[in-house]
C-alpha cells in the first residue's frame, strides 16, 4: 500500500514535470538560451536570443530581443524588441523596450533609445535618441537627439532634436534644441544653429558656422571659412580669416583677396513702391570739387595688427604681393569730413561704430549719385550759357550792318582828313 502511494506520488510529478516543460515548449516558440539559467523562465515569449550566465534569466511573455554576456537582459519580463550586448548590459531594465545597449557600463535605459560605447548614455531619461561613442550623450534627458562620438553631447540635459557628431562635439550643451554640430570640440551655446567644423563654435541661437575655428558671437549670423569670426547681429563673413564686428553686415574675402567678381553688376533693391521721404536734396558740384582722387598701397600686416591678428603663412606671400598693388580712390576720413561741412547726408561712408576695434570704408557706386547731380548742375550751366551765347549772336546779327557802314565812313572820314592835311601842305609849300 505504501510502495504503491510512492508510486503514484512519482507518477504525479512526473507529470507535471512533463506538463511544465512540454508546456513551455508549445506556449513559446523560436528561442535560443545558452548559459547557466539563461532564459530560465520563459513562458509565451517568442522570437528571444539569450547567451551568457543569467541572460534574460527573468524573461517570460517578452518577444523578439537578443541579450549577449553574462547578466544581460537579466531581469527583464515583459518588454520586447531589445538588444542588450556585453557584461551586465541592461541587466536591471524592466520597463523600456525598442532599446538598444551594446557597451560597457550600461545598465539600464528608455525606450526606443540606441546607445552604443563604454558609458553612452548612462544617465538617459529621455526617448528616440541614438548615442555612439564612449561617454556619447553620457547625461541626455532630452529626446530625439543623435550623439556620435567620443564624448559628444555628454551634457545634453535637456536639449531636444539636436544632432552631434565628432569628438567632444557639443559636450557642454546643456538644454538647446534643434542644434547640428559636426566636427571635434565643435560647440553650440543656442538653438537652431549649425556649426560644422573643427573648433567652429556658436554662442547665439538661429547662426551657422562653418569651417575650422569659424566663430560666432552673436545670432543670426553666417560665419564660413577657416578661422572666421563675426562678433555682432544679424552679420556674415566668408572666407578664410575674415572678420566681422559691426551688426547688419557682410565681409566677402580677406585682406589680401584681390579681386570679387561675377558674370554680371551687383543688383541692389531699388522699388519705388518701398521708399518714403524722397527727396532731392543732393548735392553735386560743390561735393564733387572737393574730393581729393588719390593713389595708394594697402598695408596688410597693419590691418590683420589692428583687428589683433597675424597673417597666416599660407597667405604671407599672397598679402605681399596686394601690397605692391597701386589702387585709386578717396580717403574715409576726409570724405566724412566732406559730407558734414556741406552738411550732406551721404551714404557712401561707411563710419565704424567704435574706431578702436572697427575701419572705415568707402562704397564707392553710391558716389555715382552726386556725381548725376554734378552732371545735371554742369548741364544746366551750359545751357545757361548757350542761351546767352544765342542772344549775343542776334544782337551781333543786328549790330553786324551797321558796323559796316560805321567802318566805311571811318574810312571816307580817314580819307577826308589825309585829302584835307595833304591840301594844307600844299598851301603851304606854294
Given at each position: ?27 513559446q516558440?523560436?528561442n ?86 563604454q ?24 529626446s ?114 584681390i ?7 551687383w ?11 524722397v ?17 595708394y ?13 597675424e ?73 545757361s ?46
Open positions: 500500500m505504501f510502495n504503491r502511494k510512492i508510486k503514484n506520488t512519482l507518477q504525479v510529478s512526473l507529470i507535471l514535470a512533463l506538463a511544465m516543460t512540454f508546456g513551455n515548449a508549445f506556449a516558440t523560436n535560443e538560451f545558452l548559459g547557466t539559467n539563461a532564459g530560465n523562465s520563459i513562458t509565451t515569449g517568442n522570437n528571444n536570443v539569450a547567451i551568457g550566465d543569467e541572460a534574460g534569466k527573468k524573461l517570460k511573455t517578452g518577444s523578439d530581443n537578443t541579450f549577449l554576456g553574462t547578466n544581460s537582459g537579466r531581469d527583464q519580463a515583459t518588454k520586447s524588441g531589445n538588444v542588450f550586448m556585453g557584461y551586465s548590459i541592461g541587466a536591471s531594465n524592466q520597463t523600456a523596450d525598442s532599446l538598444t545597449l551594446i557597451g560597457y557600463g550600461i545598465s539600464q535605459g528608455v525606450s526606443n533609445n540606441t546607445l552604443i560605447g558609458l553612452a548614455g548612462v544617465g538617459q531619461s529621455g526617448r528616440d535618441n541614438v548615442s555612439a561613442g564612449s561617454y556619447a550623450g553620457w547625461i541626455n534627458n532630452g530625439k537627439n543623435t550623439c556620435v562620438g567620443n564624448s559628444a553631447g555628454l551634457l545634453n540635459s535637456f536639449g531636444n532634436d539636436n544632432v552631434y557628431l565628432g569628438y567632444q562635439a557639443n559636450s557642454s550643451n546643456s538644454h538647446f534644441i534643434e542644434n547640428v554640430s559636426i566636427g571635434s570640440q565643435s560647440s553650440i551655446d543656442g538653438s537652431f544653429s549649425i556649426s560644422i567644423g573643427k573648433d567652429a563654435d556658436i554662442v547665439e541661437k538661429n547662426s551657422v558656422s562653418i569651417g575650422q575655428n569659424a566663430d560666432i558671437s552673436k545670432e543670426s549670423s553666417i560665419s564660413i571659412g577657416n578661422s572666421t569670426i563675426v562678433s555682432d547681429t544679424n552679420s556674415i563673413s566668408i572666407g578664410n580669416g575674415t572678420i566681422v564686428n559691426s551688426k547688419n553686415s557682410v565681409v566677402i574675402g580677406n585682406f589680401s583677396t579681386s570679387i567678381g561675377g558674370i554680371v553688376n543688383s541692389t533693391t531699388s522699388d519705388g513702391r518701398f521708399k518714403t521721404n527727396r532731392e536734396n543732393i548735392i553735386g558740384l560743390d561735393f564733387i570739387n572737393r574730393l581729393r582722387p588719390v593713389s598701397n594697402y598695408q596688410i600686416e597693419k590691418l590683420e595688427k589692428f583687428y589683433g591678428k597673417i597666416p603663412e599660407s597667405l604671407k606671400n599672397s598679402s605681399r604681393e596686394k601690397e605692391k598693388i597701386r589702387y585709386s580712390g578717396f580717403i574715409a576720413q576726409e570724405v566724412e569730413k566732406i559730407k558734414n561741412e556741406l552738411n550732406f547726408d551721404f551714404s557712401g561712408v561707411d563710419t565704424p561704430q567704435n574706431k578702436n576695434s572697427q575701419v572705415y570704408g568707402l562704397r564707392y557706386s553710391e558716389f555715382v549719385v552726386p556725381l548725376v547731380k554734378a552732371v545735371q548742375e554742369l548741364s544746366k550751366k551750359v545751357e550759357q548757350n542761351e546767352e551765347i544765342s542772344i549775343l549772336k542776334e544782337k551781333q546779327k543786328i549790330i553786324s550792318p551797321e558796323n559796316t557802314l560805321l567802318q566805311e565812313i571811318q574810312k571816307k572820314l580817314i580819307k577826308l582828313k589825309d585829302d584835307s592835311n595833304q591840301s594844307l601842305s600844299n598851301q603851304i609849300d606854294s
